[in-house]
């Protein structure tokens, strides 16, 4: 694409899992390897955004030239991304956030509790894209909806449910794709209809959503 097609945009990128603390020595989290977001973040910056880059623990180095900044739970996600993205153009959000988090963070290590069964009590974690639109409507906004069944009718419901301009469905069912992978096969969904994207590698298809999402959010500020 057009290396300047983002000059002069602000993008807002969250990625990886995020990793909810149980005592000062466990958490629960999730097996997001942060490829897909990180590889939007690259596709950005080449495109000439400026890039915040919001990542939960990932093994990936920070791609050149992003803001990056660093976090851990689902709450300091949320903190980051109001912050970040109050005068951003555009907001994906690509993390694998944690549904759920201890009630409680245990002071100290949690003992064995002998032959005994141990109940761990979970609340709800924010949801931070649907914060970020309800705070910032006019963000051009863009969920990812990863699914194992009904994939395109669940991912137009969260669409809806979310208040996002745009969501981007795939099939977590298929191990050649998706999560761990180097390659992800989509379909972009928005209230203009369906764009599907065979698979290719995250690199290729990061180039390729930035392009149609650039075109996208251009066009949404127009209607
Ligand atoms: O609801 P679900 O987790 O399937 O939605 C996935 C999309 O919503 C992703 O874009 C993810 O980054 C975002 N999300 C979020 N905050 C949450 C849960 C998901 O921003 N608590």
């Known amino acids: 694409f057009e290396s300047g097609l983002l000059a002069g945009k602000h993008v807002v990128i969250t990625a990886g899992p995020t990793r909810e603390a149980l005592d000062p020595v466990r958490y629960i989290s999730n097996h997001s390897s942060g490829k ?4 939007l973040a690259t596709a950005a910056v080449e495109a000439g955004a400026r890039v915040t880059l919001i990542s939960g623990p990932s093994q990936l180095p920070a791609p050149d ?3 990056f900044v660093s976090i851990d739970s689902a709450e300091q996600m949320l903190t980051a991304s109001m912050q970040a993205a109050e005068h951003c153009d555009m907001f994906i959000g690509g993390a694998a956030v944690c549904d759920y988090r201890p009630e409680a963070i245990s002071e100290h290590k949690i003992k064995k509790q002998g032959e005994a069964t ?3 009590s979970l609340v709800p974690n924010p949801d931070i894209i649907a914060s970020v639109v309800k705070q910032y409507p006019a963000v051009y906004s863009v969920a990812f909806a990863a699914e194992t069944e009904n994939v395109l009718e669940y991912a137009r419901a969260k669409r809806v449910k979310k208040g996002v301009h745009c969501i981007i ?5 298929d191990d050649h794709i998706g999560f761990n992978s180097d390659e992800n ?4 969904i928005d209230r203009s209809g369906d764009i599907r994207l065979d698979q290719r590698s995250k690199a290729q298809l990061a180039r390729d959503l930035i392009e149609l999402l650039a075109n996208k ?3 949404a500020k127009d209607t």
């Open 65 to 67: 030239r992003v803001e």
């Open 118 to 120: 141990l109940t761990l």
């Open 36 to 39: 897909m977001g990180y590889a």
């Open 185 to 188: 096969a989509v379909t972009i």
């Open 217 to 219: 959010s251009e066009q």
């Open 169 to 173: 469905a795939n099939d977590v069912s």
